[in-house]
């Protein structure tokens, strides 16, 4: 190429309307136009249209596209994984809190029963222990009484 021609693409790509699409549906990759833009502006070298060169861009993107799928399946896939570890987690995460919660409650109540039955077996004990002390009071009197009526006599 002449120096006339760089000048010419130069001041085209100076003035150039806004940036083209790129050959990506998704925004991913570079337009032909791109590529030569961006090697005239690296290597100061203009590439015509039909310049081998430009396949390698082509192929470039080709493999993006392919790369866009990959990742799309790895994607779907690591999803449905997670989803699936995820949901048997937290399905043996809520077991585990049954089981706790009803070991727990059965416990309490075991619990309280067992202090309940203490409560009650003292009470038994202090309803006898009042009953002897109340016979042995009541003898106690008896033989008071029993003492001063014989000494009263004597």
């Known amino acids: 190429m002449s120096d006339t021609e760089n000048m010419e ?4 790509t100076a003035t150039a ?11 991913t990759g570079l337009s032909l136009e791109h590529v030569r833009e961006l090697l005239f502006k690296a290597h100061k070298v203009a590439i015509d249209d ?6 390698v861009g082509t192929i470039l ?12 399946r790895h994607k779907e896939g690591l999803g449905r994984l997670m989803a699936d570890k995820t949901d048997g987690y ?5 077991a585990a809190v049954g089981q706790l919660t009803d070991s727990l409650s059965s416990a309490s109540v ?3 029963r067992k202090v309940f039955d203490d409560h009650a077996a003292r009470l038994r004990a202090f309803k006898n222990n009042t009953a ?10 008896l033989l008071n009484v029993a003492v001063f009526v014989l000494g009263g006599l004597r």
């Open 132 to 141: 002897w002390l109340a016979s042995v009071v009541a003898v106690s009197a």
């Open 90 to 94: 937290v399905s043996g995460v809520q």
């Open 17 to 27: 309307p806004p940036e083209p699409e790129s050959a990506l549906p998704d925004g």
């Open 110 to 112: 075991e619990g309280v």
């Open 61 to 72: 993107n080709a493999y993006l596209t392919e790369m866009e799928k990959l990742h799309a």
């Open 50 to 55: 039909n310049d081998t060169i430009l396949m």
């Open 9 to 12: 693409l130069q001041a085209e």
